[in-house]
T-cell receptor, first 110, second 112 residues
Framework: KAGVTQTPRYLIKTRGQQVTLSCSPISGHRSVSWYQQTPGQGLQFLFEYFSETQRNKGNFPGRFSGRQFSNSRSEMNVSTLELGDSALYLC?????????FGPGTRLTVT | DQQVKQNSPSLSVQEGRISILNCDYTNSMFDYFLWYKKYPAEGPTFLISISSIKDKNEDGRFTVFLNKSAKHLSLHIVPSQPGDSAVYFCAASLRGTYKYIFGTGTRLKVLA
């Protein structure tokens, strides 16, 4: 089975711009979660989607949004980028309790 | 408020010895716990999990212990191998949800 794929792998944006990240889950997985990883902060939960509905949400500002399509693929959008948004963004898909992560998208905001 | 804590940012162990990674949590509603391993430039890889109805789960060289009264779990790796060198994250799930809270990670270095 193919793993979780994320595109793009690397991205450089400037402050004030917006960005869209994409995640394709493992076939058959209907839950997709997004995390932000920064040094010293571990993985911070952003949100989780299941069957095109946001089921869980973390404590991030409204600039961070997401959606899920009928084929379970998910996108995450960050508007009005700030320097502090520079991080590794990880997507994970799951069928039951175990989550399987993609390689992440490294976003750098300058 | 960090609900899942890994108080040791790093750990060094000799090859062949036991590695013990610790994790503490504060929320008694957590009912499922997982350990992940992460290499640089890769996403975390699922290692092993444990439900709150158990106190031990083994998978090969990896054993996770759960002490609910102390709100503490640990991952034992025996014997440790140089390929185990990575960052290890523990995670906890809130009962009835699929929301996972991760610790900040422990960097394990296994010395040959």
């Amino acid at each position: 089975k193919a793993g979780v794929t994320q595109t793009p792998r690397y991205l450089i944006k400037t402050r004030g711009q917006q960005v869209t990240l994409s995640c394709s889950p493992i076939s058959g997985h209907r839950s997709v979660s997004w995390y932000q990883q920064t040094p010293g902060q571990g993985l911070q939960f952003l949100f989780e989607y299941f069957s095109e509905t946001q089921r869980n949400k973390g404590n991030f500002p409204g600039r961070f949004s997401g959606r899920q399509f009928s084929n379970s693929r998910s996108e995450m959008n960050v508007s009005t980028l700030e320097l502090g948004d520079s991080a590794l963004y990880l997507c994970a898909s799951s069928y039951a309790y175990e989550q399987y992560f993609g390689p992440g998208t490294r976003l750098t905001v300058t | 408020d960090q609900q899942v804590k890994q108080n040791s940012p790093s750990l060094s162990v000799q090859e062949g010895r036991i590695s013990i990674l610790n994790c503490d949590y504060t929320n008694s509603m957590f009912d499922y716990f997982l350990w992940y391993k992460k290499y640089p430039a890769e996403g975390p890889t699922f290692l092993i999990s444990i439900s709150s109805i158990k106190d031990k789960n083994e998978d090969g060289r990896f054993t996770v212990f759960l002490n609910k009264s102390a709100k503490h779990l640990s991952l034992h790796i025996v014997p440790s191998q140089p390929g185990d060198s990575a960052v290890y994250f523990c995670a906890a799930s809130l009962r009835g949800t699929y929301k996972y809270i991760f610790g900040t990670g422990t960097r394990l270095k296994v010395l040959a």
